[in-house]
């Protein structure tokens, strides 16, 4: 097991990952020329790492870590975590954890004082394993809204 960010040659990799996280509606296909313009956007951003666990030759975990600079808590910087998947084959390998305990260790080191997760609402299983990590589901609530 390997932990690190992705490569552009593993984005179809990544793509296919997310079948294990969101139903099929919520992923159309993105033109070639679009997934060149996010990854030259990601690449570009200093604050947004996509992590990956690496098993088997294979990307079998992900998480997105965004970091933002603040004015709050003496000008540290905060994060939030997104899109954590593993691979349905990969599961109940301790891999979320490890790529948790990566990214959160990540984020110290980039001067954050605090670390968000959102997650779905039903997904009890990885919230268990947050709450392992010492996430709070009691300190804030989360709101989310969607383009109409």
């Known amino acids: 097991m390997i932990i690190r960010e992705i490569r552009e040659d593993e984005i179809e990799q990544l793509t296919e990952l997310y079948f294990h996280y969101t139903k099929k509606e919520n992923l159309p296909e ?12 990601i690449q570009k951003n200093p604050c947004v790492h996509y992590f990956v666990i690496e098993s088997e030759n294979q990307i079998a975990a992900s998480c997105i870590l965004s970091t933002t600079p603040s004015f709050i808590r003496g000008g540290s910087a905060y994060g939030v975590i997104e899109h954590v998947v593993t691979d349905s084959r990969f599961r109940k390998r301790g891999f979320a954890k490890e790529l ?6 990540y984020a ?14 039903d997904d009890t299983g990885a919230h268990r394993i ?9 300190e804030r ?3 989310i809204k969607f383009k109409p």
């Open 100 to 105: 948790l305990t990566y990214s959160l260790e």
């Open 108 to 121: 110290w080191n980039q001067g954050c004082t605090e670390v968000m997760l959102l997650s779905g609402f």
């Open 130 to 138: 947050y709450e392992k990590l010492g996430f709070d589901r009691h």
């Open 141 to 143: 609530i989360g709101f």
């Open 30 to 41: 993105i033109p070639k020329e679009k997934i060149k313009s996010i990854w030259n956007e």
